[in-house]
């Protein structure tokens, strides 16, 4: 993630990337002069301390983002933290409050919004044109931990927390599902599965994906306590109705994030591995394929599509529109359009009800976000 963030700011407009931290000085040096950063450091500290830096982009692994968004936030930076925001709620509310008192910007990495296609869904919601929401569905299924020899620091609750594949992905869903329809999830009930209790530990560190191509040897046997896979079905308000999936062991998928939204006039369906395509459904004419193309965008949407039609914006891209927001937002009193700690703490609420429910085996209430 650390590669795709830097990617991603060196595309924003007059935003400079002035260093790297990395706990590897040698691998971090690296990084840096490939990509021209004048700056490079195991001490994140230090850089804290340099009054040229304005912002702070933090992508380590779960578990830190509290402590260093916070120590960030103490010295005076804006804060742009990968999500899960915090490892627990508690954490969150403290980040969040934490940021209204200082009155720095501060977002969390729900870039997946971003695609000009979600944006449209939610353009057409806004309008009335899906009518009354009625019911809200859809999965996000990966396969890269399909095999007990397939590991990463995310099945580490150590380093990632208490919940992998909901955590990991699921936040996303129902990130996209609230900020589509415009309700919130107000009741659940959720079963998560872990089904390798065990894991093949490599002795070495891997890089998200890259173990998929490793040999079988010189690993060491893991216990895992975090999902492989969750299922929650979902209560938003008095009527509206929803069912999900998050699954990091389903063969074949690599990145299938799929939300389908069921409105008392029409529906739409989106895919991210077909981001370009957004399905649009009818009960009494013809359903329709709409394939991105500014032009054909409502005003609202056309924002975050840079490219012409026939020209695909991708994952890389979703990153750049919520980056250009965030550091434009730095110098500017406009409104806020990307997501911020609190959006953070939202999934954190949710994440805490989905295990809470799993646990107990029940529905729970979801509370409402404080005032």
């Known amino acids: 993630m650390g590669r795709v963030h830097l990617e991603a700011v060196q595309r924003v407009e007059s935003v400079e990337a002035a260093a790297i931290f990395g706990r590897n000085d040698d691998a971090t040096a690296r990084l840096a002069a490939a990509f021209s950063v004048p700056q490079a450091t195991s001490d994140y500290r230090k850089l804290l301390h340099d009054q040229t830096i304005d912002a702070v982009d933090i992508c380590t692994p779960n578990a ?14 804006h804060v742009l933290c990968e999500k899960p925001l915090t490892t627990t709620v508690a954490e969150a509310e403290e980040l969040v409050a934490l940021a209204a008192r200082s009155k720095l910007r501060n977002g969390v990495c729900h870039n997946l919004r971003y695609y000009p296609q979600v944006q449209q869904m939610r353009a057409l919601r806004e309008a009335g044109e899906l009518g009354e929401i009625l019911v809200v569905q859809g999965t996000y299924s990966q396969d890269w931990l399909l095999y007990d020899t ?7 609750a150590k380093a990632a927390g208490a919940s992998r594949a909901m955590a990991d992905i699921g936040s996303h869903f129902f990130d996209m599902a609230e900020h589509v329809t415009g309700l919130r999830v107000s009741s659940l009930c959720a079963d998560l599965q872990t089904f390798h209790k065990t894991r093949k530990q490599p002795k070495g560190s891997v890089e998200t994906f890259a173990n998929k191509m490793m040999s079988p040897e010189d690993y060491v046997e893991t216990p895992v306590d975090t999902e492989d896979f969750g299922a929650v079905v979902f209560r938003m308000g008095d009527r509206t109705r929803g069912a999900m999936t998050a699954s990091q062991v389903s063969a074949g998928r690599k990145n299938g994030l799929s939300i389908e939204i069921y409105g008392s006039k029409a529906s739409v369906a989106w895919n991210q591995e077909r981001p370009d395509e957004l399905w649009v459904g009818h009960r009494d004419t013809g359903n329709s394929i709409f394939v991105k193309d500014p032009s054909l965008l409502t005003g609202k949407a056309r924002g975050y599509a840079d490219l012409p039609g026939g020209h695909s914006e991708g994952y890389d891209d979703t990153f750049k529109q919520v980056f250009r927001r965030f550091y434009a937002s730095i110098s500017a009193t406009d409104s806020i359009e990307y997501p911020q700690f609190a959006d953070g703490l939202r999934q954190m609420v949710i994440l805490d009800s989905v295990l809470a429910s799993s646990a107990a085996r029940k529905w729970v209430e979801v509370p409402s976000p404080k005032k």
Do not use: I, P, T, Y
Request: hydrophobic content about 45%.
């Open 150 to 156: 397939d590991w990463n620091w995310r099945v580490d």
């Open 64 to 77: 830190q983002h509290f402590s260093m968004a916070k120590e960030a936030l103490q010295a005076g930076k």
